[in-house]
C-alpha cells in the first residue's frame, strides 16, 4: 500500500516534467514514511544531460539529511534508472529502489544489476502500467 | 604532446581537490584545443555524491557550449571514470575520453565498457604514474 501511495506521487512529478516537454520521469525519496524530496527529469529545461529525476533527489535528498548517504532511504521512481542514476545511487548506498516501468533499452539492468550498491533492495513494477503510458503518450507526441 | 599538456591542466584540478581533503581527481574539457570546463572533485564540501568532477564538467562544458552534447569535446580526467560518470558521458556523447590511472575496483570498465558511448573514443594510460601516485598519497594520509 505505501509503495503505490509514494509511487502516484513519483507520477504526479513525472506529469509536471510532462507538462515542461521533458521526457517522464518523477521521483520521491522517502524518510521514516516521510517524502524527504521531490524532483522530476529536467535535461532540457537545465540543457544538461545529468539532470535526471534521480539525480536532483539525491542532492536534495543529501541536502535535506545533512549527510550524503541515503542508507535509511527509499527512492520511488517512475522509470527503471539508467546506468549513471544507478552508479550514483550506488554511491549513495540506497536502502531500496522501488521503479514502475521497466526501460529493456536503456535501463541499468540491460547493462548489469551490480550497478547498484550490493546492499539496496529492489522492487520493480510498482504501477509499471501507468508509469509506461505516460513514457509512450510523451514519444507518441513527439512524433 | 596536446594529451600532456592537457593531462597536466587536469593535474592541476587534482592537486586542488587534494587540498581541499577530496579524493583527488581532476577533469578539464577541451574543444577546438581550448579548455572550456575545468573542474575537481567536491563531495565531501559539497556534501553530495554527484560531485564528481566529470559530473560538473559535463553542466559547466554545456552551459559553456550552450548545447548538452559534448560530440566536439575531448575530456580529460586523471583517474578513470566511475559507471555514473561514464553513463553520464554516454548521455553527453562525448567524443574523447582521456585518462590518466586505471581504477580497477571501481572504474566503469570493470563494469562495462559499454556504459560509454559506442562513439567515444578512449585513450587510457595518459601520464598515469603522476595521476596514480596522487591518489595514493591520498589515502595513505587518509590512514
Redesign the interface.
Known sequence: MDDIYFMKQALQEAHKAFDRGEVPVGVVVVANKRVIARAHNL?EVL????AHAE?QA??AA??ML????LTDCTLYVTVEP???????L???QLSRLVYGATDPKRGYSS??P??LHPKTEVTAGVMADDCSDLMQLFFKKLR
Open positions: 535535461t540543457n544538461d544531460v545529468t539525480m539525491i542532492t543529501a541536502d545533512g549527510g550524503k548517504y539508467c546506468p549513471m542514476c544507478a552508479g550514483a550506488r554511491w549513495a547493462i548489469s551490480f550497478l
